[in-house]
C-alpha cells in the first residue's frame, strides 16, 4: 500500500513538468534525500507503466503521444536539460550556417567539465569553455559565434577563413543593439585575435563605438595570421592579413580535394 501511496505522490508531482522536460532527482527536493530508494521504486514503476520515459541514467520525462506510440524527444531537448552548458565546435558551426559538417559526437562547452559521455544514443564531449563562468540565462548563438572564430576559422573543414567571415557578418547585421553589445561583452573575454575580427566586422557593420571598446585592448604592433584575404575591406587596418605559409599550403590541399570532389559529382 505504501508503494502505491509514493506513486501517487510522484505523479502528482511530476504533473508540474511539461510534456517532453526534463527532470531529475533533484527535482523532487526533500524527497530525494529522506527516501530516495522509494522514490527510485516508484519511478521505475512509472517507466514500466509508460507514464514515464528515460531520457537518459537518472533523468526522465514525460511522454506525449499519438496514435503511433509514445513522441520520442530531440537530442536538442537533451542536450538543454544539462546545466551551464552550451554546444560549440563543428556543431556550432553547422548551427550557424557557416559549415555543412555532422559531427559524430557533440561537442558541449562547460567552465570545468571536460570528458565523454553518452545521453540515451547521444554521444558528447565536453570541452572547457572560454568563459570561466557560463551566467544564467546566457545567449548560447553569441557564444557559438565566438568559439566559431577562437576555434581558428582556417581549419573550418567545408568553409575557407573568407567564407566563415562573410557569413558571421551577415549573422551579425542582424542582431538587435543590444545583443551586439552583449557579443562584445562576451568578446572581452576571449584571445585576441578574436577581438580583432570580431572588431573588423563591427566596424564594417557601422558599429563604432563598439569597434573602439575591442580597438583599445589590442597591441598595435600584433599582426593576426588567420588567413583571411578579401572579406573584410578593413582587413589590413586590423592587422588581419597576410595569410602565412601554412596556410596558403592548406588552402592549396583545401582547393585540391574540392576540385577532386566536383569532379566524381555525376
Request: proline content about 5%; aromatic content about 10%; overall charge positive.
Amino acid at each position: 500500500m505504501e508503494k502505491e501511496s509514493m506513486i501517487e505522490v510522484v505523479r502528482q508531482r511530476i504533473k508540474q513538468f511539461a510534456l517532453g522536460e526534463i527532470f531529475g532527482y533533484e527535482a523532487f527536493g526533500e524527497l530525494a534525500q529522506t527516501r530516495r530508494k522509494a522514490l527510485t521504486q516508484a519511478l521505475s514503476q512509472l517507466v514500466k507503466r509508460e507514464e514515464l520515459k528515460r531520457a537518459y541514467t537518472a533523468n526522465f520525462y514525460r511522454p506525449d503521444w499519438n496514435k503511433y506510440g509514445a513522441v520520442p524527444i530531440f537530442d536538442a531537448e537533451r542536450i538543454n536539460s544539462l546545466d551551464n552548458v552550451y554546444v560549440t565546435g563543428l556543431d556550432a558551426h553547422n548551427a550557424l550556417g557557416i559549415s555543412t559538417q555532422i559531427p559524430m559526437i557533440v561537442t558541449i562547452a562547460h567552465p570545468n567539465k571536460h570528458y565523454r559521455r553518452s545521453l540515451g544514443r547521444l554521444r558528447i564531449r565536453y570541452v572547457r569553455s572560454t568563459l570561466k563562468e557560463i551566467p544564467d540565462g546566457a545567449d548560447c548563438t553569441l557564444l557559438m559565434i565566438l568559439d566559431s572564430i577562437k576555434d581558428d576559422i582556417k581549419y573550418i573543414q567545408d568553409a575557407s577563413p573568407d567564407d566563415a567571415v562573410r557569413r558571421l557578418l551577415w549573422i551579425i547585421k542582424r542582431f538587435e543593439k543590444d545583443r551586439v553589445e552583449k557579443l562584445v561583452e562576451y568578446a572581452m573575454h576571449y584571445p585576441p585575435r578574436v577581438r580583432a575580427i570580431l572588431g573588423a566586422i563591427l566596424e564594417h557593420a557601422r558599429y563604432k563605438r563598439l569597434r573602439s571598446l575591442l580597438k583599445v585592448t589590442l597591441n598595435p604592433k600584433t599582426e593576426y595570421h588567420i588567413g583571411l584575404e578579401d572579406s573584410l575591406p578593413n582587413l589590413k587596418k586590423w592587422k588581419l592579413l597576410d595569410p602565412g605559409r601554412t596556410y596558403k599550403a592548406w588552402k592549396r590541399r583545401w582547393e585540391k580535394r574540392r576540385n577532386e570532389a566536383q569532379t566524381l559529382e555525376p
